[in-house]
């Protein structure tokens, strides 16, 4: 009875605030809020946690894909209603990567390229922040600001030295010089191999990102690279003097001049405005039309595989092998779709998984076209999957390649030992027990295991 009365009261719930087209006036300003998440692919929200928020009066989410972001920045630009971007906050708590903010970057370009004006406000930003606001038209920045400007680096903590001292053994698997994920367990620093190859990727990346950013005609680049041998922090007024930002201004000045600019809000408490999110989900019916028509017309699918590669039907940020084969399957299947993109952002996992999917989309390939779209990361298992396709697209900032299989397993026998823990075994099999932590990896056991590896990269 309980059950059935939560349900009613959900359905009630849902009924009575379900999405209603979003009523935008003339002389509204857009809002990206970099501290809005961006994903690589679709959400998957909380169906119950969407109703409750729009109960509240809030939005049906708070994060959004770059392509629906790309699409929104895009729309606006059209929509004679909208009449200007601000791009305010910070990436902190964001899953943005440099490979997305190429897109986003080029969107905002085109967006000024109709006439409208961009603002952008800076306050305690890094380096991406630096990158996206530098394209506005007018950019001020907070009195108080300190941006960091320090640079790229990696740091690696290493455990080796630490497992030793603990009596636990370690044994590794490593096929491929540049494969170096068992490296923090057995070293206490870096391989030169792994040390080259983290130079070169920095480097490239360093000098892409100072490639966008001198784009900029106010940025003096070199002043900017001469001050961050000294100091990593950049202050307010030497932003301005670096052509970072144009003016010195608290946030509230900077509302007051839009409400001046243009039209006050129903409260007249500040400048009409509209999230990025709200404006995504400003005509939801719309989108549900579009998408049933599409359903049974002829049609191009795209498919994300984001996150790790892991076997069976994985989890929300996870690409199950199962999952993804399954859906490939019904779409070799389906004759509305003429062809596949498959939109990969993963570094990786289970070569069982990946071979999966792979087998799936060559008897997809089979049927239709296939074209892969990589985002910041498709390697190892990631770049796998992407290899049988007709067409592979990335972006200069992607991570991508294939450069071997690593595993490792764990001997903590002694430590157990030295606590009083103690296992004992009945077996019917020579490796019944493997991988036993009571005991040593026998000789046998550690040859099997080098062949498993060996045989998965073959």
């Given amino acids: 009875m309980f059950v059935i009365s939560v349900v009613i009261v959900f359905a009630v719930i849902a009924a009575t605030y379900a999405p209603k087209p979003l009523e935008i006036k003339d ?191 106010t940025v003096k680049v070199d002043a900017l690279l001469a001050h961050m041998q000294e100091h990593p922090f950049i202050q307010a007024e030497e932003a301005v003097a670096m052509g970072i930002a144009q003016e010195i201004r608290p946030y509230l000045r900077v509302v007051d001049e839009l409400r001046q600019r243009f039209e006050v809000d129903d409260e007249g408490t500040g400048y009409r405005r509209i999230s990025a999110v709200a404006y995504r989900d400003r005509d939801p019916d719309a989108l549900t039309v579009i998408a049933n028509i599409m359903e049974n017309k002829p049609h191009v699918a795209v498919v994300y595989a984001e996150g790790p590669i892991v076997e069976g039907f994985g989890r929300s940020g996870e690409v199950g092998g199962r999952s993804l084969s399954s859906t490939l399957h019904d779409l070799r299947m389906d004759t509305n779709v003429k062809a596949v993109v498959l939109r990969i952002n993963s570094p990786g996992g289970s070569a069982f998984a990946s071979e999966q999917i792979l087998n799936e989309l060559v008897h997809l390939n089979e049927r239709k076209p296939v074209i892969v779209s990589m985002g910041p990361v498709a390697a190892s298992g990631g770049y796998y999957i992407a290899s049988r396709a007709d067409r592979i697209f990335a972006d200069p900032f992607t991570i991508t390649g294939s450069i071997g299989v690593a595993g490792v397993v764990f001997g903590p026998h002694r430590l157990l030992n030295d606590f009083g823990l103690h296992t004992d075994t009945v077996r019917l099999a020579p490796f019944a027990d493997m991988g036993n932590i009571g005991r040593p990896w026998s000789e046998q056991e550690l040859l099997a295991l080098q062949r498993f590896y060996r045989d998965s990269v073959r």
């Fill in 27 to 217: 002389q509204t300003v857009l809002i990206w809020n970099l501290g809005t998440a961006v994903t690589d692919g679709p959400e998957d929200p909380d169906p119950i946690q969407t109703i409750l928020s729009r109960a509240q009066g809030g939005e049906s989410t708070s994060s959004i894909s770059v392509r629906d972001l790309v699409a929104v920045i895009d729309d606006a630009a059209r929509d004679r209603r909208i009449s200007s971007l601000l791009i305010r906050g910070d990436f902190r708590s964001n899953g943005i990567r440099l490979a997305h903010l190429r897109e986003l970057i080029a969107a905002v370009e085109r967006f000024q390229a109709t006439g409208k004006p961009v603002y952008a406000h800076l306050n305690n930003d890094g380096m991406s922040e630096i990158l996206v606001k530098s394209i506005a038209d007018v950019i001020t920045i907070e009195p108080t600001a300190i941006l960091d400007f320090r640079g790229l680096g990696v740091t690696q903590l290493f455990f080796g030295e630490a497992l030793k001292e603990l009596k636990i053994d370690v044994h590794t698997v490593n096929i491929g010089d540049f494969k170096s994920f068992t490296d923090v367990f057995t070293n206490t620093e870096m391989s030169e191999p792994e040390r080259v190859q983290l130079r070169e990727v920095l480097t490239e990346r360093w000098e892409l990102y100072l490639e966008l950013l001198g784009t900029r005609e």
